[in-house]
């Protein structure tokens, strides 16, 4: 019976990576852009155009990072490979997004968002893959 539930308990885990890891990012997105307006107004106008800019750029940043992080603390095995999977999937969505924002939406402010996202899911898959995130973190 104890190994049937440990069974099920990696299953869901593999289940979970990519609803934990887009959770992760959703959340981390907007808890930075919070505590950019709260703690950053008193340096920054958070209504200019550099403090949205700045604003923009560090939390998508670090969306990034929680994206990649996220889905690797959550895999039960294989976590750097998992890691690897989750950098590429984001940039294969991001490649896509970036083509409806500049050819449907015209956004183009977007792309740096997105950008910076790529960027923080990258140097987290190559800190996790070259094995430095387990040094920083614990």
Same mark, same amino acid.
């Given at each position: 019976? =104890?190994?049937?539930?440990?069974?099920?308990?990696?299953?869901?885990?593999?289940? &979970?990576?990519?609803?934990?890891?887009?959770?992760?990012?959703?959340? *981390? $997105?907007?808890?930075?852009?919070?505590? +950019?307006?709260?703690? &950053?107004?008193?340096?920054?106008?958070?209504?200019?155009?550099?403090? @949205?800019?700045?604003? =923009?750029? @560090?939390?998508?940043?670090? &969306?990034? @990072?929680? $994206?990649?992080?996220?889905?690797?603390?959550? &895999?039960?095995?294989?976590?750097?490979?998992?890691?690897? @999977?989750?950098?590429?999937?984001?940039?294969?969505?991001?490649?896509?997004?970036? $083509? $409806?924002?500049?050819?449907? *939406?015209? /956004?183009?402010?977007?792309?740096?968002?997105?950008?910076?996202? +790529?960027?923080?899911?990258?140097?987290?898959?190559?800190?996790?893959?070259?094995? /430095?995130?387990? /040094?920083?973190?614990?």
């Amino acid at each position: 019976m =104890d190994n049937s539930n440990a069974l099920w308990k990696v299953i869901l885990r593999w289940i &979970a990576i990519l609803p934990a890891s887009v959770l992760g990012m959703q959340l *981390t $997105f907007v808890l930075l852009r919070i505590i +950019n307006i709260l703690f &950053a107004s008193h340096y920054i106008d958070t209504s200019s155009w550099m403090g @949205v800019l700045y604003t =923009d750029i @560090v939390s998508n940043l670090i &969306a990034g @990072v929680a $994206f990649v992080y996220v889905g690797f603390k959550v &895999a039960p095995s294989n976590q750097k490979i998992v890691a690897i @999977v989750l950098a590429v999937l984001l940039l294969v969505i991001s490649c896509l997004s970036l $083509f $409806f924002v500049n050819f449907i *939406t015209k /956004e183009y402010y977007s792309n740096l968002g997105i950008i910076c996202g +790529n960027i923080g899911s990258i140097v987290c898959c190559v800190s996790i893959v070259k094995g /430095e995130m387990d /040094e920083i973190l614990y």
